[in-house]
């Protein structure tokens, strides 16, 4: 039987494992709400005990070591068991709770038009849907699983991706008077609508045409309201097929060409590792992926 009065103080084992984690003592602090002295006190003293250099310092900037990262990938794993272990001690005699986030545009037109079944099947769960458009702190925030549109690359989070997206143009059938075009010239001659960080550019070079970024006019920070502006008739939106099925489906937006791009993101699943073990994400993924799996998403 393993000796706990050995154990290392469990503050200063907290402070490496987040310190190891975000790869800055100042991050660190903030997650633990102390100090980025106490962090890096707290971590030399942990060295100093084990006999061991957990980081390689060069000026302000800090590296974890080989040996450092062996042990902050145990303390992750062994940590996690134990806030699993809490947060199930917590939820005995209290109604369960599930807690997601997602992009406000995914969020809307895509997740919660279909949670309302997920719900009916588990009566006994108490959904919270938080949509945002900023990175979550799971465990600050008491979040139990995300969905993000993104490269997949989320240090420290089991990722699981669900499904790409493409875009093509689309707009209202009563845009220009009902004359929509139709040609990839006559798109790129329309009255485009912009999304931020959605630029035209690859569907142009998709098309075969050569043509510049546009410039000026209205550019939208959400895709649902992009989206929302298209099939009110006011332009041809580069829109994502994902989001827009609800419009296509209804005939409020029409599609323009074959021609779709591929989005270099992804939808993603994404939690604390420890969290994949509660019942009600268990039963959320699994959920997930059936609905997934009955949804047309391709272009």
Not at 134 to 140: A, E
Not at 193 to 205: D, G, N
Not at 240 to 262: I, T
Request: net charge neutral; aromatic share 8%; hydrophobic share 45%.
């Amino acid at each position: 039987m393993a000796d706990f009065r050995r154990l290392p103080n469990l503050a200063a084992l907290r402070a490496f494992e987040a310190a190891a984690r975000h790869g800055n003592f100042s991050r660190a602090a903030d997650e633990i709400h102390v100090t980025h002295g106490a962090i890096s006190h707290q971590v030399r003293a942990l060295e100093e005990e084990l006999g061991v250099a957990l980081f390689a310092r060069h000026g302000k900037r800090i590296a974890v070591t080989e040996a450092g990262e062996r042990f902050a990938a145990v303390l992750r794993r062994s940590l996690g068991d134990i806030a699993a272990a809490a947060d199930a001690l917590r939820a005995d005699g209290k109604q369960k709770k599930l807690t997601i986030t997602a992009l406000p545009s995914f969020a809307a037109r895509w997740l919660s038009p279909r949670l309302g079944r997920f719900i009916e099947d588990h009566p006994d769960l108490e959904v919270m849907l938080q949509s945002s458009g900023t990175l979550t702190d799971f465990v600050r925030e008491g979040v139990d699983v995300g969905i993000r549109f993104g490269r997949g690359n989320y240090p420290g989070l089991a990722t699981e991706k669900l499904l790409d997206d493409w875009y093509y143009p689309m707009a209202s059938p009563r845009f220009s008077g009902g004359k929509l075009p139709r040609s990839p010239e006559d798109i790129a001659g329309s009255m485009l609508l912009r999304c931020e960080m959605e630029p035209w550019t690859p569907w142009f070079r998709a098309a075969g045409l050569d043509h510049l970024e546009p410039v000026g006019g209205l550019v939208f920070q959400d895709s649902s309201l992009l989206l929302r502006a298209a099939a009110e008739g006011h332009g041809v939106a580069l829109g994502r097929h994902v989001l827009a099925m609800s419009e296509l489906a209804s005939g409020e937006l029409v599609r323009l060409s074959d021609v779709a791009v591929q989005c270099p993101n992804a939808y993603y699943l994404v939690c604390p590792p420890e969290t994949l073990q509660k019942p009600q994400v268990k039963a959320f993924r699994t959920w997930l992926l059936d609905e997934l799996a009955r949804c047309d998403c391709g272009p």
